[in-house]
C-alpha cells in the first residue's frame, strides 16, 4: 500500500489508519480469536503500516492520524475485543510521537463517534439503540465521517497543528463526558 502510494504521487506526506474488524460480544463469550482478528486489523495493521510509511514520512516531514475509539475509552460493554485493540493503537501513537519527533513527524489519534455506514446499519437495526446514543451525546448526533471527522483530520495533519503530537481527539460529540 505505501510502496503504491509513494510511486503513484511520488511521495508519502499524511498516513491515516482507519480500517478495523470489530467483533461485539459480552466479555464472557469473547473468544481468542475475536481477538486475533481485532488485533490484526487494527493496531498490527497500524504498526505494519507505520513502519512502512516511516522512511518516506521522515522526509517529507508529515504526520500519521491513527483512528482509536471513544467506545473504547468509555469501556463500552460488548466492545472488548475492540476495546483492547483501539486502546493498543492509542498505545502505539504515543510511543511513535516520541520516538518520531525527532524526524519532525506528528503522530496523532481521532477517537470518533460518527455516523458512519456500518452504524448507520446497526442503528437501522436497532432503533431503540439510536434513541439511546442520541440521548447520550451532549451535541445530539453522531459525527458526519466527512464533515466532522475528515475535516478534524484534514486540520490535524495541515500546518496549523504543527505542534500538535502525541494527542488524542476526542471527536464524539461530547459523549465521554457523560457516564
Not at 43 to 55: D, I, S, Y
Not at 154 to 173: C, K, N, Q
Given at each position: 500500500?505505501?510502496?503504491?502510494?509513494?510511486?503513484?504521487?511520488?511521495?508519502?506526506?499524511?498516513?491515516?489508519?482507519?480500517?478495523?474488524?470489530?467483533?461485539?460480544?459480552?466479555?464472557?463469550?469473547?473468544?481468542?480469536?475475536?481477538?486475533?482478528?481485532?488485533?490484526?486489523?487494527?493496531?498490527?495493521?497500524?504498526?505494519?503500516?507505520?513502519?512502512?510509511?516511516?522512511?518516506?514520512?521522515?522526509?517529507?516531514?508529515?504526520?500519521?492520524?491513527?483512528?482509536?475509539?471513544?467506545?473504547?475509552?468509555?469501556?463500552?460493554?460488548?466492545?472488548?475485543?475492540?476495546?483492547?485493540?483501539?486502546?493498543a493503537i492509542r498505545g502505539l501513537s504515543r510511543?511513535?510521537?516520541?520516538?518520531?519527533?525527532?524526524?519532525?513527524?506528528?503522530?496523532?489519534?481521532?477517537?470518533?463517534?460518527?455516523?458512519?455506514?456500518?452504524?448507520?446499519?446497526?442503528?437501522?437495526?436497532?432503533?431503540?439503540?439510536a434513541e439511546e446514543l442520541a440521548r447520550e451525546?451532549?451535541?445530539?448526533?453522531?459525527?458526519?465521517?466527512?464533515?466532522?471527522?475528515?475535516?478534524?483530520?484534514?486540520?490535524?495533519?495541515?500546518?496549523?497543528?504543527?505542534?500538535?503530537?502525541?494527542?488524542?481527539?476526542?471527536?464524539?460529540?461530547?459523549?465521554?463526558?457523560?457516564?
Open positions: 500500500m505505501v510502496a503504491e502510494t509513494v510511486r503513484e504521487f511520488g511521495g508519502l506526506d499524511v498516513l491515516v489508519n482507519n480500517a478495523q474488524s470489530s467483533v461485539q460480544r459480552r466479555l464472557e463469550k469473547t473468544s481468542y480469536d475475536d481477538v486475533e482478528l481485532t488485533y490484526r486489523s487494527g493496531p498490527l495493521a497500524v504498526f505494519h503500516a507505520m513502519q512502512a510509511a516511516l522512511p518516506h514520512l521522515k522526509e517529507s516531514r508529515g504526520s500519521v492520524v491513527n483512528l482509536g475509539s471513544s467506545a473504547a475509552v468509555r469501556g463500552e460493554a460488548t466492545f472488548a475485543a475492540y476495546a483492547m485493540a483501539k486502546e510511543v511513535a510521537a516520541r520516538e518520531w519527533g525527532r524526524y519532525g513527524i506528528r503522530v496523532n489519534v481521532v477517537c470518533p463517534a460518527a455516523l458512519s455506514p456500518a452504524a448507520e446499519d446497526y442503528l437501522a437495526a436497532h432503533p431503540q439503540k451525546i451532549p451535541l445530539g448526533r453522531l459525527g458526519a465521517p466527512e464533515a466532522d471527522i475528515g475535516r478534524a483530520v484534514a486540520a490535524l495533519v495541515s500546518d496549523d497543528m504543527a505542534y500538535l503530537t502525541g494527542a488524542t481527539l476526542m471527536l464524539e460529540g461530547g459523549r465521554t463526558l457523560i457516564g
